[in-house]
């Protein structure tokens, strides 16, 4: 699966283009096993459209820009990253305002969000 999947994250706005995760989610995740320390924010680009087949946004807002943004000749599918797999309607919330217990919960929802992500992949095969 690893020679056609390709995973990225990139966010609608430029405000932290370079910058790194949030210490907190690097903490976050890093209980988790996960590593952080690398991944570095970029914009969505028109490229992604064409280089992705499927792009997920974590809010409506967010979603709303990706279409707007999106090539006429665009073969990407776009949809909201929970309502997709149906683990809730609403977004994924932000949790940079709140406590730590904010970051658990997000990472949550993201990793029962992933486990959808690969049945789907799995299924496409």
């Not at 690398?38 to 992604?48: G, I, N, T």
């Not at 979603?63 to 073969?75: E, G, T």
């Not at 949790?95 to 730590?100: A, C, D, L, V």
Request: aromatic letters at 8%; glycine letters at 8%; a negative charge.
């Amino acid at each position: 699966m690893d020679d056609r999947v390709t995973v990225d994250s990139a966010g609608t706005g430029n405000w932290h283009v370079g910058k790194g995760p949030d210490s907190r989610a690097c903490t976050a995740a890093a209980r988790r096993g996960y590593d952080l320390t690398a991944l570095r924010a970029r914009q969505v680009s028109v490229d992604d459209f064409q280089r992705f087949d499927l792009i997920l946004a974590m809010d409506q807002d967010n979603l709303d820009r990706l279409h707007a943004m999106r090539p006429a000749a665009c073969n990407a599918e776009l949809d909201l990253f929970l309502r997709r797999y149906g683990l809730s309607k609403d977004a994924v919330p932000d949790p940079y305002y709140g406590g730590e217990d904010g970051f658990e919960q997000v990472l949550d929802l993201i990793e029962d969000g992933a486990a959808q992500l690969l049945n789907e992949i799995r299924g496409r095969q």
